[in-house]
């Protein structure tokens, strides 16, 4: 499982864990590791590339190219059905966080799959309770 978060850090120069996040999509690339994601991710990722471009992050240029080459990765992505978002919005009372994040959540338990994340405050309210690796622990 794959967090918006991390991929971000393969085109915002000045993130923290870039060299890791680098690691893991070099491990996908070779198919290492599998990846899975939300759809939308997607929207997750170019919202947050906007902002980038507002605060002067990176250029409208690179962003609209690192969405183009975001395209060609081999992540599988998931669409959520009504009912397991009545499953979502359980956890989300339980961990008093974004219906956003909980939806990485419920999809890495799906899965049985560990949810590879640099977001600190998901990974400290939801460590016990979810199988999660934060990106600074990755190789």
């Known amino acids: 499982m794959l967090d918006a ?21 070099q491990d996908m690339m ?17 919202n947050s590339l ?4 507002k605060l002067k992050r990176i250029t409208k240029e690179d962003a609209t190219e690192a969405l183009k080459n975001l395209d060609d990765l081999p ?28 939806a990485y959540l419920f999809l890495s338990e799906k899965m049985n799959a560990k949810l590879i994340t640099s977001d600190d405050k998901m990974y400290q309210k939801a460590k016990l309770n979810f199988k999660l690796l934060h990106l600074k622990d990755y190789m």
């Open 75 to 102: 992540i599988n992505f998931y669409e959520f059905n009504w009912a397991e978002a009545s499953d979502e919005l359980a956890i989300v009372s339980k961990l008093d966080l974004a219906v956003y994040d909980v």
């Open 5 to 25: 978060c991390v991929v971000l850090k393969w085109f915002l120069l000045d993130e923290p864990y870039k060299e890791k996040a680098d690691i893991l999509k």
């Open 50 to 53: 906007w902002k980038a471009i």
């Open 30 to 46: 070779s198919e290492k590791v599998k990846l899975f994601a939300p759809s939308f991710m997607l929207q997750e990722v170019t």
